[in-house]
């Protein structure tokens, strides 16, 4: 006579809820352009969501705890001449986000802890390479500022944000549209799909392949066969625009909770909580393993010379503080340090030479001077800004 045998698990009793009104963000004006994008990204710190524009493209940043009715006045962060399609959030630095557009651009931005009273319109980089408009990017999981990007030319593109260079162009490998990308755990590989009804891995360093609704299943993964169970299903019968999901840094775990998502709708966006519910109040280890953390397992050039890395994890026990304003600091090469083409050389009189030189000198120190002059401009304007912002947020 057999007996079925009731398998236990830790997430048996999973669910998902939505938030309280009050918590929810609305009269956001999301975007109504067509595209296969989430239109939204979160971070321990900010939920960035693209929304409407005229004349350009632009999303909308907003501090978590600014909840409630969203002031039609906002500052946005603008720049791009076409619409927004898609945004993601640096993994290594909360404050800086990359955007691509319909423009064939993609822009990095650094977003300020406090609420700016004026929109963005400055991005730390910009960076041009695709011929149609580009619909995906991601950030690597592991190495400092690498970015994707993917366009509708089926071409994606690796880039160092640090230089604003292009790594690797990875053409010659999609015969159709790309409707999305995504890495592994460490950076080595990607995986994408494609409108030719194909999945291909890749590894983008050799540049070769090496293989190919409004409803949320989530499974568990355990090292006993079978190895993936179905645990339940999160419905919603409001139609829903895009999706966002936040870190697992990011999470309470206080509450027990596992995942974490904000749902647009057609205007507000509304954060879901995954919970497991735990008599105890302690710190449940089980729900809550180490996680990759903000700070990079490899610098750019490491990771394009082949070197990888596993994320460096962090323990959620005491809960996770997110890292104050860092800048993101690009440094392009100086076009003057590489060599000049061979050929022919111009030859110079003694009087040309004598005439130059201190020339040169002069122009070189007076640009030190204009140099010095805007950098401390920049620092007065800076510190402006956040005497600013530190009234307007004491006043709200």
Not at 227 to 234: I, M, W
Not at 245 to 258: A, H, Q, W
Not at 299 to 317: F, H, N, Y
Request: hydrophobic share 35%.
């Amino acid at each position: 006579m057999s007996r079925r045998v009731v398998r236990q698990s830790k997430f048996r009793h999973v669910f998902g809820q939505p938030v309280k009104a009050d918590q929810m963000y609305e009269d956001i004006r999301v975007s109504k352009v067509t595209c296969d994008s989430s239109f939204c990204a979160v971070n321990p710190k900010f939920v960035a969501i693209i929304v409407e524009s005229g004349g350009g493209g632009a999303f909308i940043v907003l501090p978590l705890a600014k909840t409630g009715r969203v002031d039609k006045n906002h500052p946005l962060v603008t720049g791009h001449t076409a619409p927004v399609l898609d945004i993601d959030w640096c993994p290594h630095n909360d404050n800086v986000i990359a955007s691509a557009s319909e423009d064939t651009t993609v822009m990095v931005w650094q977003i300020p802890d406090y609420v700016p009273v004026r929109n963005i319109t400055e991005p730390v980089v910009t960076l041009e390479g695709h011929s149609k408009r580009v619909s995906i990017i991601s950030w690597h999981p592991t190495a400092r500022n690498v970015l994707l990007s993917a366009g509708c030319d089926n071409l994606v593109i690796l880039w160092n944000v640090g230089t604003g260079e292009m790594l690797l162009a990875l053409d010659d490998m999609h015969t159709d549209l790309i409707y999305n990308v995504g890495w592994n755990r460490n950076g080595s590989l990607l995986v994408t799909t494609c409108k030719d009804k194909k999945v291909r891995v890749i590894d983008p360093r050799k540049q070769q392949i090496i293989a190919g609704d409004s409803s949320i299943r989530y499974f568990e993964i355990t090292h006993e066969a079978p190895y993936v169970h179905y645990l339940n299903t999160y419905s919603s019968k409001e139609p829903q625009r895009g999706m966002g999901f936040m870190p697992k840094r990011g999470l309470d775990v206080s509450k027990c909770e596992i995942a974490r998502f904000f749902k647009l709708h057609e205007r507000k966006c509304e954060p879901i909580v995954m919970t497991v519910p735990r008599k105890s109040d302690l710190f449940q280890d089980d729900l809550s393993p180490d996680t990759p953390g903000p700070e990079p397992a490899l610098e750019a050039d490491e990771w394009l010379s082949g070197k990888d890395a596993e994320p460096i994890l962090i323990s959620l026990r005491d809960g996770y503080v997110p890292i104050k304003n860092r800048e993101l600091k690009v440094v392009k090469k100086n076009i003057l340090d590489s060599k000049p083409p061979p050929g022919p050389r111009r030859r110079h009189s003694t009087c040309d030479s004598d005439f130059s030189q201190p020339a040169l000198e002069e122009v070189l120190e007076e640009i030190r001077a204009l140099k010095e002059t805007v950098q401390a401009q920049e620092k007065r304007i800076s510190d402006l800004e956040n005497k600013l912002g530190q009234f307007t947020n004491g006043t709200d």
